[in-house]
């Protein structure tokens, strides 16, 4: 009796524990565990429209087209006749093999792309005879189109998501598309909206038995967000003509809010090369072309002397520290004379010799005397060298050179602001401000990018303040709210030092060196510069032509654009900077041009002849001011 008991215990406590076990596996666990590593599920998704682009007024710049990709589940494939598919998809047999290995190396039970963006032609082909393929489906995606070709650099690309990235991401498959530059990468998680999901039951025979879970796991696609750029597509398509045959970078913000109006870089691509098959042949020609480099963004990655417009930085700087005054004079004789034992000279090319200068002559004239002596006043007002020093790069870092601005977009550079640390590594000696001497016309170790000049243009119009730079202005129609971007952000310099500069800047082009390009009914504040451009070629120095620099805005009051214009190996800022500034001003504020022939000028100017010459090119060794 004892053992009949104990064999009907056992036996009871044997059928709890399967129960339990049963309980846990397909009620509690089943609803933890993600269904996609099961074999015994299939996973089919709805993926969303990717949301679309437009400019700040309106205009279309990215859309959206239907595209067909032929997925695979390695596992699924039975036998099949290679021969025929890979006719049917215009492969050969060595590239079906590759490629299925490659999908097998991912995940034997999981989806991948075995081969990307048909042709509606062949996919309606494909389609008629796909049945006979088991493990292979044609998934729909959605892809991008340019409708105006313009502006690759802001707007970026989308490519596939790669094994790495993949296996790190709860949220990506392989062979998806994902945002790679631009905007597409900033701003993935808005554009791309949310994939739906469908999971269904099979079979040890791998047939479909069902809906998984009654559905309760199945979600539908959301879509992804529409953005609407600061971007004013028509000034930019404009710049980039007036670009063509030039290098270099052109940045247009509106003070008042810190939009960014035109985000120029030359030269660039139309941004329709990097859609469908032909996207990976071209993105290797586009990324590996080391001389023209037309996916290098000039605008935020470039790191140029920014020549004479920093002039203006030093003349604020010496006005808040009381070092000078508006009426304070320097005389110039062809330049400054300085150190105590090489007696080395700063060349000068204002026009003035002997006569006092003042500070809005000193601007508009560009005199290197000046600015030299005010420079050194500006450092040696400080107990100790280190100390002035930081404190010049204090107040110049306040304009937003020497680092990243916060701007929205993934690229750039934070240019350069040298300080008393940086010094101490580049010398063993004690140095001063004769060693540091071309930070007073903005050579030497000073650098800054378009975007930052810029910038810095902007927080002179607005006397003393700027808003980050940013070029999304909308998401779904509605503004964004975000602080970075509607914060006033204040330099060190007090408003009313301000205005003699502006004054300075505006004889720029009244009577000064941009005279020839100002426009009738605007008044334009401005200055040129010119840098000095030396390379070594061949292992020997050579200068070539100088790069042609200006920053502006208009109007003078109630400013509505500021821009920086960098030209490589331009010449004199007047000659080409100044020009095509004057235009972009034109066409944006007046909406057509009507100085026909500078038009035609710039637009059949072509600088290639000067840029060949740096083939091959080995080191940039120096650039100074002219």
């Known amino acids: 009796m004892k053992r009949?008991?104990?064999?009907?215990?056992?036996?009871?406590?044997?059928?709890?524990?399967?129960?339990?076990?049963?309980?846990?596996?397909?009620?509690?666990?089943?609803?933890?565990?993600?269904?996609?590593?099961?074999?015994?599920?299939?996973?089919?998704?709805d993926y969303p429209e990717r949301g679309y682009v437009y400019d700040r007024n309106g205009k279309l710049l990215v859309a959206n087209q239907l595209s067909y990709d032929v997925m695979v589940i390695p596992k699924e494939v039975q036998s099949i006749d290679t021969l025929e598919f890979c006719s049917l998809l215009k492969i050969t047999k060595e590239n079906f093999i590759k490629r299925f290995k490659k999908a097998e190396r991912y995940a034997r039970w999981l989806p991948s792309v075995f081969l990307k963006q048909l042709s509606k032609e062949d996919f309606a082909f494909l389609q008629e005879k796909l049945s006979k393929f088991e493990g292979f489906y044609v998934q729909k995606r959605i892809i991008r189109n340019y409708p105006i070709k313009s502006a690759a650099n802001v707007l970026g690309f989308i490519g596939e998501v790669n094994e790495q990235k993949a296996r790190s991401s709860s949220y990506y498959e392989q062979g998806e598309l994902i945002g790679k530059l631009g905007i597409e990468k900033q701003y993935e998680e808005v554009l791309r909206g949310i994939k739906g999901k469908r999971y269904f039951k099979r079979n040890n025979l791998n047939e479909i038995t069902g809906s998984y879970n009654n559905g309760e796991l199945d979600t539908l696609a959301v879509s992804g967000q529409d953005l609407t750029l600061t971007i004013d597509s028509e000034l930019q398509q404009y710049g980039e003509q007036l670009m063509k045959g030039k290098r270099g970078g052109i940045v247009a913000i509106e003070p008042k809010t810190g939009e960014i109006l035109a985000l120029i870089t030359a030269p660039s691509y139309d941004p329709n090369l990097l859609v469908g098959r032909k996207r990976s042949k071209n993105s290797t020609l586009l990324f590996y072309d080391s001389i023209n480099q037309p996916t290098f963004d000039r605008g935020l990655q470039a790191m140029y002397a920014p020549g004479s417009p920093f002039k203006i930085i030093n003349g604020l700087i010496g006005l808040q520290e009381g070092v000078i005054d508006e009426n304070f004079s320097v005389r110039c004789y062809h330049g400054y004379r300085y150190g105590k034992r090489t007696n080395e000279f700063m060349g000068c090319h204002c026009g003035i010799t002997g006569y006092p200068i003042r500070l809005k002559t000193a601007i508009a004239?560009?005199?290197?005397?000046?600015?030299?002596?005010?420079?050194?006043?500006?450092?040696?007002?400080?107990?100790?060298?280190?100390?002035?020093?930081?404190?010049?790069?204090?107040?110049?870092?306040?304009?937003g050179l020497g680092n990243y601005l916060g701007y929205d977009l993934p690229t750039g550079q934070k240019g350069r602001i040298p300080d008393s640390t940086y010094y101490n590594r580049q010398y063993t000696f004690r140095w001063g401000a004769t060693t540091t001497i071309s930070n007073a016309i903005g050579q030497g170790e000073v650098e800054t990018t378009p975007m930052q000049l810029a910038n810095m243009t902007a927080a002179i119009a607005n006397r003393g303040h700027f808003y980050r730079p940013h070029v999304v202005k909308k998401i779904d129609n509605r503004t964004i709210i975000n602080k970075t971007y509607v914060q006033k952000v204040k330099t060190t310099i007090d408003p009313q030092h301000f205005n003699i500069a502006i004054e300075a800047m505006h004889d720029v082009f009244t009577k000064g060196t941009a005279r020839s390009s100002k426009v009738k009914g605007i008044e334009i504040c401005g200055k040129t510069g010119t840098v000095e451009n030396f390379v070594r070629i061949d292992g020997k120095r050579r200068q070539l032509e100088d790069h042609s620099i200006l920053v502006a805005f208009a109007p003078k009051d109630n400013p509505q654009i500021a821009l920086a214009v960098y030209i490589e190996n331009g010449g004199y800022g007047s000659t080409i900077a100044?020009?095509?500034?004057?235009?972009?001003?034109?066409?944006?504020?007046?909406?057509?041009?009507?100085?026909?022939?500078?038009?035609?000028?710039?637009?059949?100017?072509?600088?290639?002849?000067e840029y060949d010459k740096l083939i091959p090119k080995i080191a940039t060794i120096a650039s100074g001011e002219k």
């Not at 100044?578 to 022939?597: C, M, Q």
């Open 365 to 399: 004239k560009s005199c290197n005397s000046y600015f030299a002596t005010t420079y050194r006043r500006i450092i040696d007002k400080a107990e100790n060298t280190k100390i002035g020093l930081e404190n010049w790069s204090r107040h110049t870092k306040s304009f």
């Open 578 to 609: 100044a020009p095509i500034t004057s235009l972009l001003i034109e066409k944006y504020l007046k909406g057509k041009i009507e100085r026909k022939y500078l038009e035609n000028r710039m637009l059949d100017l072509n600088l290639q002849q």
């Open 4 to 45: 009949s008991f104990l064999l009907v215990f056992l036996i009871a406590l044997v059928a709890i524990i399967y129960i339990v076990r049963l309980f846990q596996l397909q009620i509690i666990h089943s609803k933890k565990q993600n269904p996609t590593l099961s074999s015994t599920v299939k996973v089919e998704y």
